[in-house]
């Protein structure tokens, strides 16, 4: 009768150096479908900051192997040694700080800035107040668009808590808003343009308090202008955003999508994936169309509230213009991508009027011959709409017309 064969046995190597062993006070836990992730974090009194010492991934089989194991291991160190105590009203801001700088851990809602040559200290600073006192799961998330220099010092003044990207490269206003998939876990997005001014107490508790009775899946707050009339020279820009772009509340739940813009919105996250901006538009203006249009052709609910921003800068007649003739191209541009849908241009009064007088060589010559008269008034503080209406129109009529319609 032959024996038994001999159990195998595994020889295991330990270097010199791993012999020695890594002191760690903090683990973090995270975990995939596929992956369970554990950060063994050394922290030292009087320091901010804490240091991974070593990452371990295993799969969800062996991790439970392992806590099972570690689980017989302290029940034995306790029948040798006594009960372990925890220690009782333990800080947990050393673990918090890591978690939530590292992504590890999931607030309810990230409030998202992508920045282009703007100072957001204000905005951060009033943001912050809020989550301080009202609000405690919410995290701030800056994505600066490789702006100049002189505007990058005002990230070293704000605190850890703040997490903050700087792009080498510019990529544009679609693209940055996607990025922040990448660098938030909340299961809401709210993002602001980075000149809003925040003007009420409770505007993050607002949305917060929406999320939880509601759980929408996009949510406008909107954005309102001064009152006070401004200077001659920046005029056209207060006028349009006053007269056109802001809606009262009641207003917008007429029309909830052909009012919902992005410069003040929350999403759900899941919903953003599915319909993320379209990053094949990359200049200025009408991102924001296109966004919602694809909201709406995908029968995603918009929903509103209350609960505006102050559009806190003001372009000057001049910048508005140029502007406005970047998102002219953008608008032609999009009307392209979208396959020259007809729903899509039911939504754009101006290009409407365009396409119905393109044809005529006579109109579109005068018109041409006008933009310059039309612009220069609209510069130096004529600040009237329906001129501004027919510059856009003569600007259009400057520019190669599309094929077909």
């Known amino acids: 009768m032959s024996k038994p064969q001999d159990e195998k046995q595994m020889n295991i190597e330990l270097s010199e150096e791993t012999s020695l062993g890594v002191y760690s006070n903090l683990a973090v836990i995270t975990h995939s479908p596929s992956e369970v992730v554990c950060d063994f974090i050394q922290v030292m009194p ?19 192997r392992f806590l099972k194991a570690l689980q017989d291991n302290m029940k034995k160190y306790e029948e040798n040694f006594g009960a372990i105590e925890e220690p009782k009203n333990e800080s947990p801001s050393h673990e918090l700080w890591y978690a939530k700088h590292n992504g590890l851990v999931t607030d309810m809602l990230a409030v998202c800035i992508p920045v282009y040559n703007q100072d957001v200290s204000v905005l ?20 600066d668009d490789a702006s100049s220099k002189r505007y990058m010092a005002q990230y070293e003044a704000l605190p850890e808590t703040v997490k903050v990207i700087k ?12 990025t922040f998939l990448l660098h938030t876990n909340e299961p809401y997005l709210l993002f602001l343009d980075c000149d809003s001014m925040i003007i009420g107490d409770n505007f993050l508790n607002n949305y917060m308090e929406n999320i939880k009775a509601n759980k ?7 954005s309102e202008y001064q009152k006070e009339t401004p200077r001659i020279y920046y005029r056209l820009r207060w006028k349009y955003g006053r007269k056109v772009e802001s ?4 207003e917008r739940l007429l029309h909830p999508h052909l009012t919902f813009k992005t410069n003040n919105f929350l999403i759900e996250r899941q919903t953003f994936k599915a319909y993320p901006f379209n990053e094949k538009i990359s200049g200025y203006g009408h991102e924001d169309t296109l966004f919602g249009f694809e909201l709406e052709k995908n029968n995603v609910l918009i929903t509103h509230i209350d609960n505006p921003v102050l559009n806190e800068h003001l372009d000057t007649n001049t910048q508005f213009l140029n502007k406005t003739d970047e998102a002219l191209d953008n608008l032609i541009f999009i009307w392209e991508l979208s396959g020259q849908n007809k729903d899509l241009l039911a939504r754009l009064r101006v290009l409407q009027v365009y396409f119905k007088h393109k044809d005529s060589k006579g109109l579109r010559w005068i018109m041409r011959s006008l933009i310059k008269p039309s612009r220069f008034f609209l510069e130096i503080g004529f600040s009237n709409m329906t001129l501004f209406s027919f510059y856009k129109l003569c600007y259009l009529a400057s520019i190669p017309a599309p094929k077909t319609i």
């Open 216 to 222: 929408p899946l996009v949510l406008f707050g909107a």
């Open 247 to 250: 809606k009262s509340y009641k």
């Open 167 to 178: 792009l080498k490269e510019n990529i544009g206003r679609s693209r940055i808003r996607n």
């Open 124 to 143: 951060v600073d009033a943001l912050l107040k809020q989550v301080k006192l009202q609000v405690d799961q919410v995290s701030i998330v800056v994505i």
């Open 46 to 64: 009087g320091m901010p900051k804490g240091k991974v010492r070593s990452r371990v991934i295993m799969n969800p089989q062996n991790a439970k």
